[in-house]
C-alpha cells in the first residue's frame, strides 16, 4: 500500500513537471518568435542587402561588413578651400541600433556615431583660423552621422551645411573711370548685391541679357570686366574665360585687363567652386568703380601681382612716296611699344605662402613705326650711300658692292652661294634684329 501511494504521488509530480515544462517552452519560443525580425525583398542598410534574413543573421552580417567599412574609411571634411581627412578612430557604427531601427523592404541609414571630443580636436587642429562653438561642433558632429548614413565611400563632408560662421569681405578692387553712361550705371546698379550661389557660373554677357539692360559699349564693359577679374583673382573662384584685345585697354592695368567684345564674342565667365554662396557688390561714385565680394570667409589668402613686366620697341617701316620733298622725312605712324606682362598668384595659409601659381602671360604685339622717305636721293649722297642707312635699288647696291671690290651675289646661281658664310638673322618678339 505504501509502495502503491509512493508510485503515484511520483506519477503526478512528473506529470506537473512536464506540464510546466512545456508552457515555460511554448512561451520563450513565442517570445522569441515575436522579437526576432524577418527581412523580406529589397531591404538595405547603406549599400548592404539583408532581404530575405533573419535578425540574428543580419547582425552577423552586417558586423562583418562594418569591419570592412572601417578598413577602408575615407571621409574628406571641406571648409570652403580646404579639405582634410576625417580619421577613422572618430567614427563608430553601431550594429545593434542599426538593426533595431531597419525596416523591412525599405532602405534604411547606417547608425554611426562620431565623438565630438575627437571632432574637436581634428577641427581646431586643421582650421585654427575658425572658431567652433559648441553648438556647432554637435551640429557637425550629426551631419557627419547623418550622411556617413549611405555607407558610400569616399565621402566628401561640406561642414559649412551645418554651422553658420560670419560673413565678411573677401575680397575688392577698384578702377578709375571716366563719366559711365547709363547703360553702365544700369548694368552697376543691377550688378550691386547679385548673389553667387553654390557650384554657380557667371555670365557677363547672360546677365546683361537676362536683365535686359541695354546696349553698353565693349570699352564700357571692359573696364567693369577688368575690375571684376581683379577683384576675383583674389578669391578661390574658377576664371572660365577671359581675354585681352589687340592693345592694352586705357585704363587697365597690364596684366588684369578683361577685354569683352560681343560682336567677337569676348565675354567674361567665372564660377564659385564653394559649397557656400557670395555675394558680388559693384558701385560707381568719384570717377571709380569698386568691386567686392563677401561671404564665409576662405581660409587661404589668394594675392595676384605682376611678376614679369617687359616692353618692346617697334621697328621702323620705310616707305617711299613721290609726295615726300627730297630731303626729308615723313613720319606716317608713330607706332607703338609692345609688352609682355606675366601675373602671378601666391596662395597663403596664415601668413606662409603655400603656393606661387602662374595667372596669365599677356602679349601685346608692337606696332611698326611707319616712314615716309622721297623716292630720289639728294644729288650730293654717293650713289649706293644712303645718309640713313637705306637702299633706294639693288642697282644702287650692286654698284656699292663693285666700289668697294665686291663681288655682287645678285644673278648668281643659288648653287654657287653654298658654302659661303651665312649669318642666322634673329628678331625680337618686338620683330626687331638682335645683334
Request: aromatic letters at 8%; charged letters at 20%; proline letters at 4%.
Amino acid at each position: 500500500m505504501g509502495s502503491k501511494g509512493f508510485l503515484n504521488t511520483f506519477i503526478i509530480v512528473l506529470t506537473s513537471t512536464l506540464v510546466f515544462y512545456g508552457f515555460s517552452s511554448v512561451g520563450a519560443l513565442a517570445f522569441t518568435n515575436v522579437s526576432s525580425k524577418d527581412f523580406g525583398d529589397q531591404t538595405f542598410v547603406g549599400p548592404f542587402d539583408i532581404s530575405r534574413q533573419k535578425e540574428q543573421a543580419v547582425k552577423e552580417k552586417l558586423a562583418a561588413d562594418f569591419i570592412t567599412l572601417q578598413t577602408d574609411f575615407a571621409v574628406d571634411l571641406t571648409y570652403q578651400d580646404i579639405t582634410v581627412a576625417l580619421p577613422a578612430e572618430v567614427v563608430t557604427f553601431d550594429v545593434e541600433k542599426t538593426v533595431e531601427q531597419s525596416n523591412s523592404g525599405k532602405e534604411n541609414p547606417i547608425v554611426a556615431t562620431v565623438s565630438v571630443d575627437g571632432l574637436r580636436t581634428i577641427l581646431t587642429q586643421q582650421f585654427s583660423s575658425i572658431l567652433f562653438s559648441e553648438d556647432s561642433l554637435q551640429s557637425i558632429a550629426t551631419g557627419i552621422e547623418r550622411e556617413l548614413g549611405t555607407g558610400i565611400m569616399p565621402l566628401t563632408i561640406h561642414i559649412t551645411d551645418y554651422s553658420d560662421f560670419t560673413e565678411i569681405e573677401i575680397a575688392t578692387s577698384s578702377i578709375a573711370v571716366t563719366e559711365p553712361s547709363t547703360s553702365l550705371t544700369n548694368l552697376i546698379n543691377a550688378l550691386n548685391g547679385t548673389e553667387i550661389t553654390s557650384f554657380a557660373t557667371f555670365s557677363l554677357f547672360d546677365f546683361i541679357k537676362n536683365n535686359e539692360i541695354g546696349v553698353v559699349s565693349d570699352e564700357e564693359l571692359t573696364v567693369l570686366a577688368s575690375v571684376l577679374y581683379a577683384t576675383i583673382l583674389q578669391t578661390n573662384f574658377v576664371i572660365d574665360e577671359r581675354n585681352i584685345g589687340s592693345m592694352l585697354a586705357p585704363l587697365a592695368e597690364p596684366g588684369f585687363e578683361a577685354a569683352v567684345n560681343e560682336q567677337l564674342g569676348l565675354n567674361f565667365v567665372f564660377t564659385n567652386p564653394n559649397k557656400t554662396a557670395f555675394q558680388l557688390h559693384v558701385q560707381s561714385a568719384n570717377g571709380t568703380i569698386v568691386s567686392s565680394i563677401t561671404g564665409m570667409p576662405l581660409l587661404y589668402s589668394y594675392s595676384p601681382f605682376v611678376g614679369q613686366l617687359e616692353s618692346f620697341e617697334p621697328k621702323t617701316v620705310q616707305q617711299f612716296s613721290a609726295f615726300v620733298p627730297n630731303g626729308q622725312v615723313s613720319v606716317a605712324d608713330e607706332g607703338r611699344k609692345g609688352m609682355e606682362v606675366e601675373v602671378h598668384r601666391t596662395i597663403s595659409y596664415e601668413g606662409s605662402v603655400v603656393v606661387d601659381e602662374m595667372i596669365s602671360s599677356d602679349f601685346y604685339a608692337p606696332m611698326p613705326k611707319i616712314e615716309l622717305h622721297p623716292l630720289k636721293k639728294d644729288s650730293q649722297q654717293i650713289p649706293g650711300n644712303s645718309n640713313d642707312g637705306t637702299v633706294n635699288s639693288q642697282d644702287n647696291q650692286n654698284s656699292a658692292d663693285s666700289q668697294n671690290g665686291l663681288e655682287s651675289n645678285v644673278d648668281k646661281d643659288p648653287s654657287q652661294l653654298q658654302g659661303e658664310d651665312e649669318i642666322e638673322v634673329q628678331y625680337d618678339k618686338g620683330g626687331n634684329i638682335i645683334e
